[in-house]
């Protein structure tokens, strides 16, 4: 069983930067990951996903502004986020798919996740 450790978090003001990472217990080169996010009183969403092969997808509220990107090497995943927005504040979740079939964002498709790491953007 594959763990999940989120880092990165943070209070940044709106426009800036955050580079997220999701540390996993073993090689996940052969899972789907996704970064994930859930605000106080909505439901969890997903924000970008990568496959197996390095292909992946991106919510629409996200895109041209994060970026996901996998470190074998390393079994590490990142979420880089520029031009963040208040709307962007949220509790962030790695997860893991396995077996890998497709770039999902729909939550229910993951096998395994993180605790989640707390992102806070102010106007």
């Known amino acids: 069983q594959v763990r999940l450790v989120e880092s990165g978090g943070g209070s940044v003001q709106a426009g800036g930067s955050l580079r997220l990472s999701c540390a996993a217990s073993?090689?996940?080169?052969?899972?789907?990951m996704g970064w994930f996010r859930q605000a106080p009183g909505k439901e969890r969403e997903g924000v970008a996903a990568?496959?197996?092969?390095?292909?992946?997808n991106y919510a629409d509220s996200v895109k041209g502004r994060f970026t996901i990107s996998q470190d074998n090497a390393k079994n590490t995943l990142h979420l880089q986020m520029n031009s963040l927005k208040p709307e962007d504040t949220a509790m962030y979740y790695c997860?893991?798919?396995?077996?890998?079939?497709?770039?999902?964002?729909?939550?229910?498709?993951?096998?395994?996740w993180g605790q989640g790491t707390q992102v806070t953007v102010s106007s």
């Open positions: 990568i496959d197996s092969v390095g292909s992946t």
């Open positions: 997860a893991a798919e396995t077996p890998c079939d497709y770039a999902y964002l729909a939550p229910y498709e993951y096998n395994y």
């Open positions: 073993e090689y996940t080169y052969t899972y789907c």
